[in-house]
């Protein structure tokens, strides 16, 4: 389990600047909520070469949907991962992984800083292969 810190980090998102034309100076609340993960994963040697893995992971909600901006997506919240390892030899192995985040969805019913709702969507899929070579 891990916790992160949001509350305290990023409370209002300020946008500002000066021009000949006029000053900018923007505050948007973000009032973000600290965030919890919780996260389980397995490993198993199925032969001396290979070894396959698969995990979890989901976390608490930051934002509320009401401070949504469309600049900004929703936070993914569920990951799901699985990867195998083969050794090729004493110093070398070959890894691949996937993992999917899944979508989460939020929407901003509010024209607090919108001037019509917002619908956020998000997914993503992650690929990684690797050679490592020990020495």
Partial sequence: MSRVFWKD????IKVGFTSDAGDVDLR???NTKDQT???????YAATQNVTLRAGYSQATQPFNDEGLLALIPAVLKRHATIGISYQVS???RFDAAYSRALENSMTN?????TSSA?????????F???YTHSF
Avoid: H, M
């Avoid at 980090?9 to 209002?12: E, M, S, T």
């Fill in 109 to 113: 019913q509010s024209a607090f800083n």
């Fill in 9 to 12: 980090a990023l409370k209002d």
């Fill in 28 to 30: 948007l609340p973000q």
């Fill in 90 to 92: 004493k110093s070398g």
């Fill in 128 to 130: 990684v292969f690797a």
């Fill in 118 to 126: 917002v619908r956020s969507s998000i997914a993503q899929d992650n």
């Fill in 37 to 43: 993960i919780v996260a389980i994963g397995a490993s």
